[in-house]
């Protein structure tokens, strides 16, 4: 079994869809037996989805709209839990 640590070294790759069928499920393993390795992909998963979101042509992004946004998410996810 994957070490928590080899996850997270994992994570971006994983969510991108860029690691091997092999190693996706025995990511996929290691996540259904540890909550804190799910709650560090679901918190890397939403940092992506904001930063996505952000536009590309802005000069000076809001770095403070940025970190807020990404707060209230964290905040309702871990409300769902």
Do not use: G
């Not at 590309?56 to 209230?72: M, Y």
């Amino acid at each position: 079994m994957l070490s928590c640590k080899q996850v997270a070294t994992l994570a971006s790759q994983y969510l991108d869809h860029d690691v091997s069928t092999p190693l996706k499920w025995r990511i996929r393993m290691h996540l259904m037996m540890c909550a804190n390795c799910r709650r560090f992909i679901r918190h890397l998963q939403i940092t992506q989805t904001v930063t996505k979101n952000i536009k590309v042509d802005e000069q000076t992004p809001d770095s403070e709209k940025i970190w807020q946004e990404l707060q209230q998410k964290i905040r309702q996810e871990s409300k769902q839990d």
